[in-house]
């Protein structure tokens, strides 16, 4: 079952940190229902092809961003993943097994993602 806790977040968070400088971007992390590893980007010199608001797809992101903006959401999803992340899941036998689920969320519906100079 995935699980999530706050001493896996605060061990993840300076790598986590280290991208989000490294790009010069914005974000928060949280945890959400101890299932999942959330990081929020608020704002950044990064354009993320129209994306204001939203999830990102974090298996398929190499198939709807490219340049910068991929590179950045790669180093931040293996960042996202540490050393503990797993997954056994196997969808053809409904079984599902993972350390935790990750998830990038570009922006906000009350504040928009704001691609910064």
């Known amino acids: 079952m995935a699980y999530v806790s706050k001493e896996t977040k605060k061990e993840l968070a300076p790598g986590i940190k280290a991208v989000l400088k490294k790009y010069g971007m914005k974000g928060t992390i949280s945890v959400n229902n101890y299932m999942t590893l959330v990081v ?8 993320f092809d129209g994306h204001t608001c939203g999830s990102v797809n974090v298996y398929h992101i190499d198939k709807f961003f490219n340049g910068t ?27 599902f ?21």
Not at 72 to 93: H, N, P, Q, R, V
Request: glycine letters at 6%; zero cysteines.
């Open 69 to 95: 903006a991929k590179k950045f959401l790669t180093e931040l999803l293996a960042a996202m993943k540490g050393t503990k992340w797993y997954d056994k899941s196997d969808a053809m036998i409904d079984y």
């Open 40 to 47: 929020k980007i608020k704002n950044g010199p990064i354009y």
């Open 97 to 117: 097994d993972t350390a935790w689920y990750n998830d990038i969320k570009i922006g906000m519906w009350d504040k928009p993602y704001k691609v910064t100079s």
